[in-house]
Each structure stands twice: as structure tokens, then as C-alpha cells.
């Protein structure tokens, strides 16, 4: 049995005095009273060491920790980066190539701010306006809205059934160009900041990037559109991998490149898929500890930062 406890973060940030103090996120001083646990209670180790396993069985000590940060946001850099450095920790940080290679922001990212903004029950009711003059204008084939809310409404972990359907419906269950669409007009009524300025504030330059790679980070891949794996066809897969690797190609790991599903979502074929093109492991965000002598490489499990003191002490009961 050789276990390792992945964390995952996303927005690290001085919330409270942040433009968007509702954002999701850890507070900067939570996150450095974490870190400070992670020390006294865990051992961290790095990418390579977790690698190290798989290709020699060089064993992790016990209670081995890796830290991984999703989705390029500047709190990486900003806040995250310097407190793993004085630590001595190493931080894997999964990068969309879209973000990396043209500052564009995902969906995802507009919906998280789209939320921050307005209550999400006006977003919830806009969403369901929308799907009633889609359904009425035969613009599209959709089931019924009683049948969407049926499958897609629904509480989760740290999301209401309210936020849950938005989320599903605008980053998957709706055509990509009209959910494409209509998040695009949510966040510019709502947010009203050109996504173009917008996006350099929230993201890390690729010169930050590759200086925290030069300064021993890791880096790895998380798609390139920021999809749901799950949800494209073989061929789109294909060309979301591919140009994921080109755009992330200078640096990430050419012989060692690591994944993580966008949104966790994965299926057979596309844990298959990045096998097969060679990556060395990839994680999901299902919520227990992995054990590297078990779980498959492609399906490596992670907990969240909340499931750690000083948010609580769920980590314990995984
Ligand atoms: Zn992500």
C-alpha cells in the first residue's frame, strides 16, 4: 500500500479585501495556516517523487502529500508561489492551454464571476428563461425543462441544486455555441468588464508560468478548451489533447506529462485516450486518499483544501 494524499486547490486570495469577496475560494491567511498543518502533520513530496514510485518503487514516506492547483488563476503566483518556496514545497499546477496560450477565459471561469455577481436564483431563472425560448423557438433539441431540472438540479458537495443546474447546463448540456453565447452575455451584464482585461488580471502570464517552472514547480496538463472529457466525441478529444500538448509544450514534461480531468470529468475512452499518447498519471477530484499501489494511475483521487484544517477535519474520515 503506498498512499498519498493529493490536494487540490483553486482561488487562493485575500478575499475579504478582493473586487469579488464572494468568489469560492481560500483566504490567504487560511491557506498559510494550512500549509503550516501540511508541515507539522504531513510529508510533502513532489511530482517527480510520485513518479519516482511508479517507475523504480522508490517508496513515499508516510502520510506523503502532494499539493496541485487548478486553472491558472495570478493567486498561484501571487499568493501561493512564494509561500510553497519558503516552505520548501513543490506545487503542480494545471494549466488550460487556452489560458496559457491565449489569456482566453474558459466558461467556467465567467460562470464562477457570473455567480459572484447576481443572486443565483436571477441567474437560475435567466438560465431557465433562456432554455424555455430555446425549447419554444426550436433552436435547438433539448428535453423538456421539467426534465432538465429533474437530471440537472440537484445538490452537491460544496454547490446548491441552483448553482449545480447553471453550472451544467451553461458548461455542458446546452450546445457549445448557444451556452458559449449566453454565458457571454451573462458576464457582460453582470460582470461588465471586457473578458479581454478581464482574463490578464485573473491568469498567470506564461513568463510567471515558466519562471515558477524554472523555480521547481510542476506544471501540468488540463486540456485545452477546459471541456468535460467526457462529453466529446473521439475526434474532438483528439484535437483538444493535441493542442493542449502544443501549446503547453514548453513546459510541461515532454517525457512526464501529468493530467487533470477539467471539472474531474472523465470516462473509459478518454482515461484510455491519455494513455495512450503517453501521459504518466492524471487526477480526478473524487474525494478520498490514493493509493498508488491500487488506483489506477489515470484516476489518481484528490481531496480539497476544504477537507484540511483549519476548514475542517474531513480529511479524517476519508
Ligand atoms: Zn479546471
Same mark, same amino acid.
Do not use: W
Given at each position: 500500500?503506498?498512499?498519498?494524499?493529493?490536494?487540490?486547490?483553486?482561488?487562493?486570495?485575500?478575499?475579504?479585501?478582493?473586487?469579488?469577496?464572494?468568489?469560492?475560494?481560500?483566504?490567504?491567511?487560511?491557506?498559510?495556516?494550512?500549509?503550516?498543518?501540511?508541515?507539522?502533520?504531513?510529508?510533502?513530496?513532489?511530482?517527480?517523487?510520485?513518479?519516482?514510485?511508479?517507475?523504480?518503487?522508490?517508496?513515499?514516506?508516510?502520510?506523503?502529500?502532494?499539493?496541485?492547483?487548478?486553472?491558472?488563476?495570478?493567486?498561484?503566483?501571487?499568493?501561493?508561489?512564494?509561500?510553497?518556496?519558503?516552505?520548501?514545497?513543490?506545487?503542480?499546477?494545471?494549466?488550460?492551454?487556452?489560458?496559457?496560450?491565449?489569456?482566453?477565459?474558459?466558461?467556467?471561469?465567467?460562470?464562477?464571476?457570473?455567480?459572484?455577481?447576481?443572486?443565483?436564483?436571477?441567474?437560475?431563472?435567466?438560465?431557465?428563461?433562456?432554455?424555455?425560448?430555446?425549447?419554444?423557438?426550436?433552436?435547438?433539441?433539448?428535453?423538456?425543462?421539467?426534465?432538465?431540472?429533474?437530471?440537472?438540479?440537484f445538490d452537491k458537495r460544496f454547490d446548491k441544486k441552483e448553482t449545480v443546474f447553471v453550472k451544467q447546463m451553461l458548461q455542458t448540456v446546452l450546445p457549445e455555441d448557444i451556452r458559449h453565447r449566453i454565458t457571454a452575455e451573462l458576464f457582460d451584464r453582470y460582470v461588465g468588464v471586457d473578458e479581454r482585461i478581464f482574463g490578464a488580471e485573473l491568469y498567470m502570464?506564461?513568463?510567471?508560468?515558466?519562471?515558477?517552472?524554472?523555480?521547481?514547480?510542476?506544471?501540468?496538463?488540463?486540456? &485545452?478548451?477546459?471541456?468535460?472529457? /467526457?462529453?466529446? @466525441?473521439? =475526434?474532438? *478529444?483528439?484535437?483538444?489533447?493535441?493542442? +493542449?500538448?502544443?501549446?503547453?509544450?514548453?513546459?510541461?514534461?515532454?517525457?512526464?506529462?501529468?493530467?487533470? &480531468?477539467?471539472?474531474?470529468?472523465? /470516462?473509459?475512452? @478518454?482515461? =484510455?485516450? *491519455?494513455?495512450?499518447?503517453?501521459?504518466? +498519471?492524471?487526477?480526478?477530484?473524487?474525494?478520498?486518499?490514493?493509493?498508488?499501489?491500487?488506483?489506477?494511475?489515470?484516476?489518481?483521487?484528490?481531496?480539497?483544501?476544504?477537507?484540511?484544517?483549519?476548514?475542517?477535519?474531513?480529511?479524517?474520515?476519508?
Open positions: 500500500m503506498q498512499k498519498l494524499y493529493v490536494v487540490v486547490y483553486h482561488y487562493v486570495r485575500d478575499l475579504k479585501y478582493s473586487r469579488y469577496p464572494n468568489i469560492k475560494g481560500l483566504d490567504v491567511r487560511l491557506f498559510k495556516e494550512q500549509i503550516a498543518f501540511f508541515k507539522e502533520n504531513f510529508n510533502a513530496v513532489t511530482m517527480e517523487d510520485v513518479l519516482d514510485y511508479y517507475d523504480r518503487g522508490t517508496p513515499l514516506p508516510d502520510k506523503a502529500l502532494l499539493l496541485t492547483f487548478d486553472d491558472a488563476f495570478i493567486d498561484h503566483y501571487t499568493v501561493v508561489f512564494p509561500v510553497l518556496q519558503e516552505n520548501h514545497m513543490q506545487g503542480t499546477f494545471f494549466i488550460p492551454g487556452q489560458v496559457y496560450a491565449e489569456c482566453k477565459m474558459p466558461d467556467m471561469n465567467k460562470i464562477h464571476f457570473i455567480i459572484e455577481k447576481a443572486p443565483v436564483s436571477d441567474i437560475y431563472n435567466e438560465v431557465l428563461r433562456r432554455i424555455d425560448d430555446l425549447i419554444s423557438n426550436h433552436e435547438c433539441e433539448l428535453p423538456s425543462r421539467e426534465e432538465l431540472l429533474e437530471k440537472y438540479a502570464t506564461p513568463d510567471q508560468v515558466r519562471f515558477m517552472k524554472r523555480s521547481g514547480m510542476f506544471i501540468g496538463l488540463h486540456g &485545452y478548451g477546459h471541456y468535460r472529457l /467526457n462529453s466529446l @466525441s473521439p =475526434e474532438k *478529444l483528439k484535437e483538444d489533447m493535441d493542442a +493542449a500538448f502544443s501549446a503547453m509544450s514548453d513546459v510541461i514534461d515532454p517525457k512526464n506529462p501529468v493530467m487533470n &480531468y477539467p471539472y474531474g470529468s472523465y /470516462n473509459e475512452a @478518454s482515461a =484510455e485516450y *491519455l494513455r495512450k499518447i503517453g501521459c504518466r +498519471a492524471s487526477f480526478t477530484v473524487e474525494p478520498r486518499i490514493a493509493d498508488l499501489d491500487v488506483d489506477d494511475r489515470m484516476l489518481l483521487p484528490r481531496l480539497d483544501c476544504n477537507d484540511f484544517p483549519p476548514k475542517s477535519e474531513h480529511y479524517l474520515e476519508v
